[in-house]
């Protein structure tokens, strides 16, 4: 798998070297970092930057590229020990995802479930969480319809993010909480509204439309926490 981004490889070889297997440099570095990077059991290779941008397919590579092992994701029935969980039930943008990523990461969430899609583009995602995603269980759930008599059998209580849910700030979640936030556009399903506990949602002292859904999950998972 191909990463790429200063700062996603800088996190790589800071927290999860063992999992580089060779990185790639079209510029020059600091003589600390180059230091490190020699020190590392995985191959270096000075390259230009147009065969940089043949590797990553034109992307903003930032000079650094890095070839690493496989993700492995988690599996559904790991939930059943966990604590507070996200499920993204339809999201499709990965910037929004990636930043999810990170936030979950950084707030203490003990896993995300990402639902709704075929398939993951991890080699993405590994960039817009910046790299978050190497310390996050992640669940792939294309079909999201048992998740939540699942859930329930592991005895979470279910929240969702919803604009006519009671204000999120008055909410006491329980110990096992998982919060279900929906598609960009559409929102939750009618199908897992119902299937929820409860929906929650974000008072706003203006009237606008709405957060962006990576901003908006944040704050909610700042107030499950």
């Known amino acids: 798998m191909l990463v790429y981004g200063k700062q996603t490889v800088l996190y790589l070889l800071e927290h999860h070297a063992q999992k580089i297997e060779k990185i790639y440099l ?34 903003n590579h930032q000079g650094f590229l890095a070839e690493i092992s496989e993700i492995e994701l988690t599996e559904v029935n790991d939930l059943k020990g966990m604590q507070k969980i996200v499920v993204l039930a339809g999201l499709t943008d990965v910037g929004n995802i990636g930043a999810i990523i990170r936030s979950s990461f950084a707030m203490g969430i003990d896993a995300l479930v990402i639902g709704g899609m075929k398939n993951l583009n991890i080699e993405n995602l590994v960039r817009t969480s910046s790299g978050a995603i190497f310390d996050l269980p992640i669940i792939h759930l294309p079909n999201l319809n048992d998740l939540p008599n699942m859930l329930k059998q592991f005895e979470y209580t279910l929240y969702g993010a919803a604009m006519d849910g009671v204000d999120v700030k008055t909410t006491s979640f329980a110990e096992k909480s998982a ?22 949602s974000i008072k706003m002292a203006h009237n606008f439309d709405s957060l962006n859904a990576s901003v908006a999950t944040a704050i909610l998972i700042h107030e499950m926490r």
């Not at 079209?26 to 065969?51: A, C, I, W």
């Not at 929906?182 to 509204?193: A, F, P, T, V, Y």
């Open 26 to 59: 079209s510029k020059e570095v600091d003589k600390n970092l180059y230091h490190q990077m020699m020190q590392g059991n995985f191959e270096l290779v000075r390259t230009k930057p147009e065969r940089m941008q043949q590797l990553c397919s034109s992307g």
């Open 179 to 200: 919060l279900f936030v929906g598609s960009e556009g559409e929102g939750l399903s009618n199908r897992l509204i119902k299937a929820l506990d409860q929906t929650v």
